[in-house]
Every structure is written in structure tokens, then in C-alpha cells.
């Protein structure tokens, strides 16, 4: 089973900037992607950003051009680079990564970090 652990939440003020974290560690087979979601207060949690195993990134709308996934060569780390952030980025941000146990696993499945509070004030 994999264990995710989200680091690098605060506070900024619009135009400011933070740096997300996320470190896989537990037993597993392999990590084939990783990524990040997002949680604001009384919405449901919506996609943020993908980033493949072959480094092939994804991104919502709403974040594009100013946030960046990346994933450390031959590590279990992914980070995500908020850079311009505005006041509807506020939200709880959660990793999420698809892993396989096992070699006899023929299924990847889904696994989540606890979340890191990103507040953003206007």
C-alpha cells in the first residue's frame, strides 16, 4: 500500500507564489502517475494537475500557465509550482497517485494524501 504525504501549504497574498510536495513511501510494485486535486470550502474536489510516468503533464483550465507538475527522475516525488496565485486557488490540495502492490497485481488503483491548506487573500 502506498502512503502519500503532502507538504508546502500557507499563506500568500494574490500574485504570490508556494511550492507543493508530495512523497510516496510504503509498500508497493510501482507509482505509473501521480498528480494533484484540489478541495475549496463547500465544492467538490476538482482535478488540478497530471504528470504521467513518461513525464506527459496535464492541467485544468484554470491553472494553466501558472502551475507546473514535475516528478524527480527515479524518485517517488512530485512537486507542483503555483506561481501568480489568486484567491480562488484557496483550497485543501491533495496527492494522488496510481500504484500497483504487486507484480501480480493486473490493476493500478488510486491512493490519496491526507491535504495541505492553501490560502490565497485578496
Known amino acids: 500500500q502506498v502512503q502519500l504525504a503532502e507538504s508546502g501549504g500557507g499563506s500568500v497574498q494574490a500574485g504570490g507564489y508556494l511550492r507543493l510536495s508530495c512523497a510516496a513511501s510504503?509498500?508497493?510494485?510501482?507509482?505509473?502517475?501521480m498528480g494533484w486535486y484540489r478541495q475549496a470550502p463547500g465544492a467538490q474536489r476538482e482535478f488540478v494537475a497530471r504528470?504521467?510516468?513518461?513525464?506527459?503533464?496535464t492541467y485544468a483550465d484554470s491553472v494553466k500557465g501558472r502551475f507546473t507538475i514535475s516528478r524527480e527522475k527515479d524518485s517517488n516525488r512530485v512537486h507542483l509550482q503555483m506561481n501568480n496565485m489568486r484567491p480562488e486557488d484557496t483550497a485543501v490540495y491533495y496527492c494522488?497517485?496510481?500504484?500497483?502492490?504487486?507484480?501480480?497485481?493486473?490493476?493500478?488503483?488510486?491512493?490519496w494524501g491526507q491535504g495541505t491548506q492553501v490560502n490565497v487573500s485578496s
Open positions: 504528470i504521467t510516468s513518461a513525464g506527459r503533464t
Open positions: 494522488n497517485a496510481l500504484s500497483k502492490s504487486d507484480a501480480q497485481d493486473p490493476y493500478d488503483r488510486m491512493y
Open positions: 510504503g509498500r508497493f510494485y510501482s507509482i505509473n502517475g
